[in-house]
C-alpha cells in the first residue's frame, strides 16, 4: 500500500469516528460527581468514579487500579472541603500527573461552587478530625446540584472548546429536568417543616436546613469520632424533652447506638443513601435523591 492511499484511509477513519481517542478522560472521587458529569458531559466524556457509592467517604480505602485511572485522567473533579484529604493525597503523588495535580487546570474542586456549613471561625478541634473546614457534605441538598453542573460545565468548555455547544445544550437540558425534580421534592418534604430529628454524623445538614428540619444532635460525640456512654445519657436526656421523629442513619457507620436509642424512645430509625450505590434503589443520581425523599416521606 502507498503512503497516500494510506493516509486517505486513515482519513476516512478520523472522519468517521471523530471521537475514537479523543473522549475526555475524566475522574471523579465520588460516584455522585460522576452522575452529574455524565449529565453535563454526555458523549464528549468517560467518567470514572474511585469511590464506591457503599463506602465511608472519609475513608476510602485506595486499589492499585485508582492510581491507574488517576494517570489516565485529563481532569479530576473532586468534592474538596477535605473530605478527600484522609485519602486522596498520596495517591496524586504516586500517579504524579501533572494535569490533575493541585494547582493545574485539570483539577476541579466542587466545595468552591456552593456556601458551606458550620466553617470554623478559628483553628480549633471544636468539629471533630474529619470536618476540620465545615461539613462537606454539601452535596446532600440537591438544590446544590445545579451551581455544581454548571461549575463542571464551565471546566469542560475550557478544556475542550470544541464542545462548548454540546456542553451548554446538555446544562440547560439538566437544569430544566432538574427543576422540575426539585419543585417535586420541595412539594414532598414541605410537610417535614419544624420536625425534630436526630443524625448519626452529620451527613444530612445541608438538606435538613435547606427544609427547616431541626437537628437535636448527633449520635456520634463529634464528626469521626464515635459516641461515648456519656455522651448518649446526654442525647437521651435532651430526648425526653423534645418530640424527636427520626433518626438518620448512613449505609456504613455501625448503627447500634441508633437502633438502641430508637427501641428506647420509639423513634423511626431511618437508613439514607449518601452517593449514588449506597442502596440498591440509589442507581443514578435521579434516584439517588428520589430515594432519599421517599424514605423520608413514607409511612
Ligand atoms: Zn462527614
Redesign the pocket.
Known amino acids: 500500500m502507498n503512503m497516500k492511499k494510506l493516509i486517505l484511509i486513515l482519513a476516512a477513519f478520523a472522519l468517521a469516528f471523530p471521537l475514537i481517542g479523543a473522549k475526555l478522560q475524566v475522574v471523579t472521587t465520588y460516584p455522585y460527581i460522576a452522575g452529574l458529569t455524565e449529565q453535563v458531559g454526555g458523549d464528549r466524556v468517560d467518567v470514572r468514579a474511585l469511590a464506591g457509592g457503599q463506602w465511608d467517604?472519609?475513608t476510602i480505602m485506595a486499589k492499585p487500579s485508582f492510581i491507574a485511572k488517576l494517570r489516565r485522567a485529563d481532569l479530576l473533579i473532586i468534592n474538596g472541603a477535605q473530605?478527600e484529604i484522609g485519602w486522596l493525597p498520596p495517591l496524586l503523588n504516586q500517579a504524579s500527573n501533572p494535569k490533575v495535580n493541585v494547582g493545574a487546570r485539570g483539577l476541579l474542586d466542587l466545595s468552591r461552587s456552593v456556601k458551606m456549613l458550620d466553617v470554623p471561625d478559628n483553628v480549633s478541634r471544636a468539629h471533630g478530625d474529619?470536618?476540620p473546614d465545615g461539613?462537606?457534605?454539601y452535596y446532600l441538598d440537591p438544590h446544590n446540584m445545579l451551581p455544581l453542573a454548571e461549575a463542571i460545565a464551565a471546566k469542560l468548555s475550557e478544556l475542550d472548546g470544541t464542545g462548548v455547544q454540546a456542553y451548554r445544550k446538555n446544562l440547560a437540558d439538566f437544569r430544566v429536568q432538574w427543576n422540575a425534580k426539585l419543585e417535586e421534592w420541595d412539594r414532598r418534604l414541605a410537610d417535614l417543616k419544624g420536625a425534630m430529628v436526630i443524625e448519626y454524623?452529620?451527613?444530612y445538614d445541608y438538606l435538613l436546613r435547606r427544609y427547616g428540619i431541626e437537628l437535636l444532635g448527633t449520635i456520634e460525640l463529634l464528626?469521626?469520632i464515635p459516641p461515648t456512654s456519656r455522651h448518649i445519657q446526654e442525647l437521651e436526656a435532651k430526648i425526653d424533652n423534645a418530640s424527636v421523629r427520626f433518626i438518620l442513619q448512613d449505609v456504613y457507620n455501625p448503627d447500634e447506638a441508633s437502633r438502641h436509642i430508637a427501641t428506647k424512645h420509639h423513634i423511626r430509625l431511618i437508613k439514607l443513601p449518601h452517593d449514588i450505590g449506597a442502596v440498591r434503589e440509589a442507581d443514578g443520581l435521579f434516584s439517588l435523591f428520589e430515594e432519599i425523599i421517599r424514605r423520608l416521606t413514607h409511612d
Open positions: 467517604p472519609h473530605l474529619i470536618h461539613n462537606p457534605h454524623h452529620q451527613n464528626p469521626g
